[in-house]
């Protein structure tokens, strides 16, 4: 097999369908990250990281992303087999602080490029798939009730999505919960519902409304305090019925050990831009699996490729309690692959193609990258 001959790394920006309103950010364009490793005979190992919102969300802004790949990073690949990501993870990870998407964005690329070296799924190279499909939430967050019930009932219809998420942390709290109410008059009855807080609550808000929205029969509660709050998000898990899950605290192992060990929080979001790549969501699922935590695959609305990632790899995993939520490619008005996302039945299918199962569109990559 051949060694490593290039890096490269592109920014895209990719316009959506509808704005996606968040309580830190409107989305009307999303940035995102492609990064391109080719070995000496033309294979090419393709991957892709998002960034919701730029510095709104995280740390990691697309421009960072390439950025320290370019300088710090890249020199730890030219000339190895990428077969080895493993070691050469391992390497980098002694030599870059940090830069969890940075690091997701390599590694995905190397195993991309291992699998189709070698010509089987991506998935054979950590742990084979479990799945072949998997229940596919969409977040309602249009911002206007009647619409979101509109896009539900739709959405119900196509048999595509049963799980609807709902963007709550931005504006009037008491006036978000209403609108939570009244959607779950309209289409509860034929579907799950839970909430994203996105971290914009205060303990005080969230022990009101939280009351509120379990009474409701709202499933899951999405990081209602801040990422540093533990000792909080301890006590909400406490006192209330509903679950409470850990998305933007739970980055690294070490973050998602401590909030296992204080148990702020009862479930675990996954998506491995933020944990680093693949190997490191796994050894978090795996912890979380050991504590009894329930399982949610996130998503950092990635467009096609970086979906295809995250579902070969959420493949991998026994049980999503709450799912996945990997509906990004519905959000965007175009796409840098040849192939689109299949979902049926409520849930999205898992391909069984080489690598990631997706084939970058080179022309359209031409068009949008800055």
């Given at each position: 097999m051949s060694n490593i001959s290039s890096v490269d790394i592109f920014i895209c920006d990719l316009p959506v369908v509808r704005p996606h309103k968040l309580s830190?950010?409107?989305?009307?364009?999303?940035?995102?990250?492609?990064?391109?490793?080719?070995?000496?005979?033309?294979?090419?190992?393709?991957?892709?990281?998002?960034?919701?919102?730029?510095a709104s969300?995280?740390?990691?802004?697309?421009?960072?992303?390439?950025?320290?790949?370019?300088?710090?990073?890249?020199?730890?690949?030219?000339?190895?087999?990428?077969?080895?990501?493993?070691?050469?993870?391992?390497?980098?990870?002694?030599?870059?602080?940090?830069?969890?998407?940075?690091?997701?964005?390599?590694?995905t690329a190397l195993i991309d490029l291992a699998a189709k070296q070698r010509e089987f799924p991506a998935y054979e190279l950590f742990g084979g798939k479990i799945h072949n499909s998997l229940p596919l939430a969409w977040t309602l967050a249009s911002g206007d009730t009647a619409r979101d019930i509109e896009e539900a009932k739709e959405m119900l219809h196509q048999k595509r999505h049963n799980i609807f998420k709902l963007k709550i942390g931005s504006g009037d709290p008491d006036a978000n919960v209403k609108h939570v109410g009244k959607i779950i008059k309209a289409v509860g009855d034929e579907s799950r519902i839970t909430v994203d807080i996105n971290q914009a609550?205060?303990?005080?808000?969230?022990?009101?409304?939280?009351k509120a929205l379990e009474e409701m029969g709202v499933s899951m509660i999405e990081q209602p305090l801040p990422a540093w709050n533990y000792e909080g998000m301890s006590r909400l898990t406490e006192r209330f019925d509903v679950s409470i899950l850990a998305d933007e605290a739970a980055t690294s192992l070490h973050d998602t050990y401590r909030i296992i060990k204080a148990r702020a929080g009862d479930a675990i979001a996954l998506k491995p831009a933020k944990h680093g790549g693949i190997l490191e969501t796994k050894k978090i699922a795996g912890i979380a699996e050991a504590a009894g935590f329930g399982l949610y695959g996130g998503t950092m609305i990635e467009s096609t490729i970086g979906n295809a990632v995250a579902a070969s790899v959420y493949s991998t995993i026994p049980e999503f309690k709450f799912g996945t939520e990997i509906f990004g490619p519905l959000l965007y008005k175009d796409k840098l692959t040849l192939e689109n996302i299949e979902v049926k039945d409520f849930e999205i299918q898992i391909s069984d193609d080489i690598g990631f199962g997706v084939t970058l569109d080179y022309e359209k990559l031409e068009y949008y990258k800055r």
């Open positions: 830190m950010t409107t989305i009307t364009s999303q940035a995102i990250v492609i990064g391109i490793i080719k070995d000496e005979s033309g294979i090419t190992g393709v991957s892709e990281v998002a960034t919701i919102g730029g969300y995280g740390e990691s802004t697309v421009e960072a992303i390439k950025a320290n790949i370019d300088q710090y990073i890249t020199p730890h690949l030219i000339g190895q087999d990428p077969i080895s990501f493993n070691r050469i993870m391992n390497n980098i990870s002694k030599s870059v602080r940090g830069n969890y998407f940075a690091k997701s964005l390599i590694e609550w205060d303990e005080y808000t969230a022990l009101k409304q939280i």
